[in-house]
Structures are given as structure tokens and as C-alpha cells.
């Protein structure tokens, strides 16, 4: 069920009003338990239009959701370690993302088969922030969107890379946490990657950071245990 907000904008040229127009936004719920919410996470995603909110409560989903062309800024919400999303039974990634300015956080995406969360090409400005990613059987977290945001998450037993970033720019990710990967903790292919304050330990083969591409900017980042270099940058002018 979507439950409507509106914000009203309006202009002013001397005392004249020139234009006025309401913005709807609205809250879909997604809880079984409640008649008047979607039961599915996926039915919440598919219930809503861009720029709405999806409020998941606590529980366990046993799904992988797709977001697809047209959700243009849609928020995803869940109730933090009490939301968990496991794909296992369904082979699919966790959360497949294919539009742009999506916000996805405060949740656990599990046992996915494929990528925990996977952006889409075209899919920029993508939010991930404060998600727990555990057992994916490839990347923990996927891009080939520009613009992506990865903050605050834990990454935690990867089949191959916590980050990886296909010939996109502008990629932030600071103050994740990163454990247990197979094959490298963040790799980065683009420009003008900032990627700092990350906590990365125990990466079984490749390097804790990888970055190819310019400008990149690598601070403040603690690592342990990587099984290559911990920081390895081919590109003009990192620092």
C-alpha cells in the first residue's frame, strides 16, 4: 500500500504567483504480517513509483529483488541487522539494481548466487549505506553505474571482490568494513575513485586495493592480511 506525502513548491514574482505544483511522494510497507502492507519485498519495489520509499520490516525475506528501468530514486529501507534478505533459494543476486539514484540501506543481503547488490550500466548516483552483504558467491557489491556511493557497510565473506567497479567513475566508499574475500577487497576500474577510512582484512588472493584509473584518492584505509599488495594504484596522479 502506498501511503502519500506531498511538499508543495511554489514561485513568486512580486506579489504574483507564477506556478505552484505538488511533489507526491509515498511510503510502501512491506510486512506479511499486515493486510494493509505488500508481503514481498518485490511487491513493495514493484507497488512503488520513483522517488518513493520502501519501508521493509524486520524479518526474514527469501527472495532476490530486481529494481527495474523507471524506479528512478526509490528508496529502499529496511530495520537494520532485524532485515534480511536471502536469495539462496531462488538463484539470483541479492538486489539487482537498473535505475539510477536508487538508495538501498539499513539491511542484511545473504547467500546470494551471483552479486550481493549488482548496478546496473546507466544505473548512476546509486546509495549503498549501511548494509550488511555476507555470502555471495561472486562480488559482495557490483557496479558499472557512475556516481555510485558505497558508506558505512560490512562485507563479509565474498566469493570474489567487496567492491568491484566495471568502467565507472566517481566511485566514494569510505569507512566500510571488509572480511574474509577470495579475491580482492576493492577494485576499481574508472576515474577519480575516493576511497577511504575502509577496514580490509583477510583477502585470500589479489590485493586489498586496486585501482585502475586517474585521480584517485586513497586515504586513511587499514588492511591485514592481503595476500598481494595491500594498495595497488596503475594510474596519473593518485594520492
Known amino acids: 500500500m ?39 519485498v518485490q511487491d513493495g519495489v514493484n507497488a512503488a ?54 538508495s538501498i540501506s539499513n539491511l542484511t543481503v545473504r547467500n546470494a548466487d551471483g552479486n550481493g547488490i549488482d548496478i546496473q550500466a546507466g544505473a548512476d548516483g546509486v546509495e549503498i549505506t549501511k548494509v550488511r552483504i555476507q555470502k555471495s558467491s561472486v562480488d559482495c557489491s557490483e557496479t558499472e553505474g557512475h556516481d555510485t556511493v558505497i558508506e558505512k557497510n560490512t562485507l563479509i565473506g565474498c566469493g570474489y571482490t567487496a567492491v568491484e567497479v566495471i568502467n565507472a567513475d566517481d566511485l566514494v566508499t569510505p569507512g566500510n568494513t571488509i572480511k574474509h574475500v577470495d579475491e580482492g577487497g576493492i577494485e576499481v576500474s574508472g576515474e577519480r575513485a575516493v576511497i577511504e577510512k575502509n577496514k580490509i582484512s583477510i ?22 592480511n592481503c595476500d598481494q599488495f595491500g594498495v595497488k594504484v596503475d594510474g596519473d596522479a593518485p594520492y
Not at 511538499?7 to 511522494?25: E, K, P, R, Y
Not at 588472493?205 to 584505509?221: L, M, P, Y
Request: net charge negative; hydrophobic share 40%.
Open 2 to 40: 502506498r501511503i502519500k506525502t506531498s511538499t508543495i513548491i511554489a514561485s513568486f514574482v512580486g506579489l504574483g504567483l507564477m506556478a505552484s505544483a505538488a511533489i507526491h511522494a509515498a511510503t510502501v510497507c512491506v510486512d506479511p504480517g499486515k493486510p494493509t502492507c505488500e508481503a514481498t
Open 49 to 102: 513509483v520513483g522517488g518513493d520509499t520502501v519501508s521493509i520490516a524486520k524479518g526474514e525475506f527469501l527472495e532476490g529483488v530486481v529494481i527495474p528501468v523507471g524506479k528512478d530514486g526509490l528508496i529502499i529501507k529496511g530495520k537494520a541487522k532485524g532485515t534480511v534478505l536471502d536469495s539462496a533459494a531462488t538463484g539470483m543476486p541479492g538486489i539487482e539494481v537498473l535505475s539510477p539514484g536508487v
Open 203 to 224: 583477502v585470500e588472493d589479489g590485493e586489498c586495493i586496486d585501482v585502475d584509473g586517474g585521480n584517485a584518492e586513497v586515504v586513511g584505509n587499514s588492511m591485514d
